[in-house]
């Protein structure tokens, strides 16, 4: 004997009349009204059973056993962030019927009357906040779904120690009852709110109203503030990132960032991507944080650390920069190939014979495919009424692939 469908019906933000008159004449004929207990109080005078909704593996095994018609109640449209996508993974899609209503963030946005078809929606709730901070930095506006860990304090924290502080803030609570609050804030106001565990997250992104507007590459050298200008230089860096054959959404190590230059850059290719600035010398790392403020850099996160220390706790990398390693050099390498992924890539600077010709064989011995690239860069001057070349000193660009021949 066929099973019964099961419909999934999401509640709007106005009690029963938030339904179509389809969705209530479905759940008006179902025998098992499942949902969290705010759904199912929408529904007083349901005759059948009610079930208040707890492990989604319990309610698996439920509806692969009954016979009975069974009506779930979700919220908004259970196609987004919902429900569905565990039954339709788990259930045969023609055994499933959806009704779909109005979205908490599709309101949300109504309510602060804010256009948001040019948001990007991110939930935290039940999983991990990093992933969805990675792409908050990179949108001008987002909407967060948050929850009792993942909070919105806890969420700007990340924003702030990130150096992206940017954002007017919507904090939306208890959407649809009469406790219903929103307020506008910044980011480092919402540390000191306690919201409703009910809550949305609105992040608009703002503007210095003088904000400069520098080259995705090719930023000058002036620009960095930089340590007796240690600083991978323009030309350089150009070949350097060229080398790299970054995508927008790999994780890339700059080890010994120096000025960050590198990372500033690569962050302006990879607006997506998870980039790492690893130097430990205070007075690189103090002009890091100047540099991350001044080009309003969000996907860069400076890690304080004399590597191969402070490599641990980082996502494994599709890409590593080694602009300085600070006589570690081997066991920088060492660390880096354990954590590589799969055809990753290292790219290595030198401008000493020495360190081209260690750092060479000790890839080559790893397993790696390497290309050294010679960069030699003169630059005119001016000397009395001519113009003349001044050469600077080469620069060694070591590429260096993982898992191929």
Not at 52 to 65: A, H, M, R, Y
Request: hydrophobic share 40%; proline share 4%; glycine share 8%.
């Amino acid at each position: 004997m066929a099973q019964q469908k099961i419909y999934l019906v999401g509640a709007g933000m106005a009690g029963w009349e938030g339904f179509s008159s389809k969705a209530l004449e479905i759940i008006g004929k179902a025998e098992v009204l499942i949902g969290h207990q705010r759904h199912l109080a929408i529904f007083p005078d349901f005759a059948g059973q009610k079930t208040e909704l707890g492990e989604l593996p319990d309610l698996l095994d439920f509806l692969q056993k009954t016979e009975l018609r069974v009506a779930i109640l979700a919220s908004g449209d259970p196609t987004f962030f919902g429900i569905s996508r565990f039954l339709l993974r788990n259930l045969p899609k023609e055994r499933i019927e959806i009704f779909t209503n109005v979205t908490s963030m599709q309101y949300a946005f109504s309510r602060i009357k804010e256009p948001w078809d040019d948001a990007i929606f991110v939930s935290v709730h039940g999983r991990g906040m990093h992933a969805a901070v990675d792409k908050i930095v990179s949108a001008e506006k987002a909407c967060i779904l948050t929850d009792r860990v993942n909070t919105p304090a806890a969420i700007a924290r990340e924003l702030i120690e990130r150096g992206a502080e940017g954002y007017e803030a919507w904090l939306c609570e208890d959407l649809g009852l009469p406790t219903e609050k929103f307020t506008r804030s910044d980011l480092r106001g919402l540390l000191e709110l306690k919201p409703s565990d009910l809550n949305i997250l609105i992040l608009i992104r703002t503007y210095e109203p003088n904000l400069v507007h520098y080259p995705l590459i090719g930023i000058d050298d002036d620009e960095f503030q930089t340590v007796k200008k240690l600083i991978t230089k323009q030309e350089v860096r150009a070949v350097t990132l060229s080398k790299l054959q970054l995508q927008d959404d790999l994780v890339l190590w700059d080890i010994g960032a120096g000025s960050c230059s590198v990372s500033i850059e690569a962050s302006n290719l990879m607006p997506n991507g998870r980039i790492f600035a690893v130097e430990r010398n205070p007075q690189c790392v103090g002009y890091i944080k100047e540099n991350l403020k001044k080009f309003c850099t969000r996907n860069v996160k400076l890690i304080e650390a004399y590597a191969p220390e402070g490599l641990d706790d980082l996502p494994d990398p599709d890409r590593v920069f080694i602009g300085g390693a600070g006589g570690q050099l081997e066991e920088i390498i060492d660390a880096v190939d354990k954590r590589l992924k799969a055809e990753g890539m290292i790219v290595l600077n030198a401008v000493t014979l020495d360190t081209l010709t260690k750092a060479v064989e000790f890839l080559e011995d790893h397993g790696y495919t390497v290309e050294a690239t010679c960069v030699n860069i003169a630059k005119t001057r001016r000397l009395t009424e001519y113009k003349m070349f001044e050469a600077q000193n080469p620069v060694y660009i070591i590429t260096a692939c993982k898992g191929n021949e």
